[in-house]
């Protein structure tokens, strides 16, 4: 009884800290905003570019929702991370963007956030 008890506690940890590419694109809204001086085209372009850095891999973009999905897959130090960006315009010279980022699972060494690391690479990928 005891062992049935304590492998239910680990299966329900994993679950608790799992995140997946669905779960994470309905979290709009809770995530890290930021506003931009471009317009929506040089934004998103800027955002796809971003979306491809440190080891992230793009499932979905679609340009004409503004959203992007992106994973990071399993590592030595961690079970990946679930990535979601939203592009907004605002008007013709400012567009929103916000980032999610969700451990896929338990951290093993590292929890990698990538919401500010996202942001400051597409405001880098703006000025060049």
Same mark, same amino acid.
């Given at each position: 009884m005891?062992?049935?008890?304590?492998?239910?506690?680990?299966v329900? &940890?994993?679950?608790?800290?799992?995140?997946?590419? %669905?779960?994470?694109? #309905?979290? +709009?809204?809770?995530?890290?905003?930021?506003? =931009?001086?471009a317009?929506?085209?040089?934004?998103?372009?800027?955002?796809?570019?971003?979306?491809?850095?440190?080891? &992230?891999?793009?499932?979905?973009?679609?340009?004409? %929702?503004?959203?992007? #999905?992106? +994973?990071?897959?399993?590592?030595?130090?961690? =079970?990946?991370?679930?990535?979601?960006?939203?592009?907004?315009?605002?008007?013709p010279?400012?567009?929103?963007?916000?980032?999610?980022?969700?451990?896929?699972?338990?951290?093993?060494?590292?929890?990698?956030?990538w919401?500010?690391?996202?942001?400051?690479?597409?405001?880098?990928?703006?000025?060049?």
């Amino acid at each position: 009884m005891k062992t049935m008890f304590v492998l239910f506690a680990a299966v329900l &940890l994993l679950v608790a800290g799992c995140s997946t590419p %669905t779960s994470v694109s #309905s979290l +709009r809204g809770h995530g890290t905003r930021q506003v =931009f001086n471009a317009g929506y085209d040089r934004t998103w372009s800027a955002a796809v570019a971003a979306a491809q850095t440190g080891d &992230l891999t793009i499932l979905n973009a679609d340009k004409a %929702t503004g959203y992007i #999905s992106t +994973r990071r897959n399993l590592r030595p130090e961690t =079970f990946g991370e679930n990535v979601a960006i939203w592009v907004r315009p605002l008007d013709p010279v400012h567009t929103e963007v916000e980032v999610v980022s969700r451990q896929a699972g338990p951290p093993i060494l590292v929890m990698r956030n990538w919401e500010q690391r996202i942001l400051a690479s597409i405001a880098a990928n703006l000025t060049t």
